[in-house]
């Protein structure tokens, strides 16, 4: 019975297994290797942050149409990118069109970015 019980979980690895030495000599688990970097963590909460500010100069920014076109094109209304032909025939407008809004919304956003608004 032990026998069986043991080709059962013959397969499983633990995380906490060792799987070798570093070079001070060190155990290193599984865990260790497949951890978090902290450095990750920051980047993604600092890119949240950021994100959310420009969110919200997006919204308090830009008017209707400029709005629409940015939040679009770079994901900010639902997480998809847009391509400048799907926004125009979403807006009912020509892809030209909404080139033009695009690069006048996102000089706006340069503009207040330097002024520090964001």
């Given at each position: 019975?032990c026998l069986r019980a043991s080709q059962k979980r013959k397969?499983?690895?633990?995380?906490?297994?060792?799987?070798?030495?570093?070079?001070?000599?060190?155990?290193?688990?599984?865990?260790?290797?497949?951890?978090?970097?902290?450095?990750?963590?920051?980047?993604?909460?600092?890119?949240?942050?950021?994100?959310?500010?420009?969110?919200?100069?997006?919204?308090?920014?830009?008017?209707?149409?400029?709005?629409?076109?940015?939040?679009?094109?770079?994901?900010?209304?639902?997480?998809?990118?847009?391509?400048?032909?799907?926004?125009?025939?979403?807006?009912?407008?020509?892809?030209?069109?909404?080139?033009?809004?695009?690069?006048?919304?996102?000089?706006?956003?340069?503009?207040?970015?330097?002024?520090?608004?964001?």
């Open positions: 019975m397969g499983e690895v633990s995380l906490q297994d060792p799987i070798g030495m570093d070079s001070e000599g060190n155990e290193i688990t599984l865990i260790d290797v497949l951890g978090t970097d902290a450095d990750e963590v920051h980047g993604h909460v600092e890119r949240r942050v950021s994100l959310e500010a420009v969110r919200k100069l997006v919204d308090h920014g830009l008017r209707g149409r400029e709005r629409m076109v940015i939040r679009m094109r770079y994901g900010l209304a639902d997480g998809r990118v847009y391509a400048q032909q799907e926004v125009a025939q979403k807006l009912g407008i020509s892809r030209s069109y909404v080139s033009r809004i695009e690069k006048k919304a996102m000089e706006r956003l340069r503009e207040a970015f330097e002024k520090g608004e964001i």
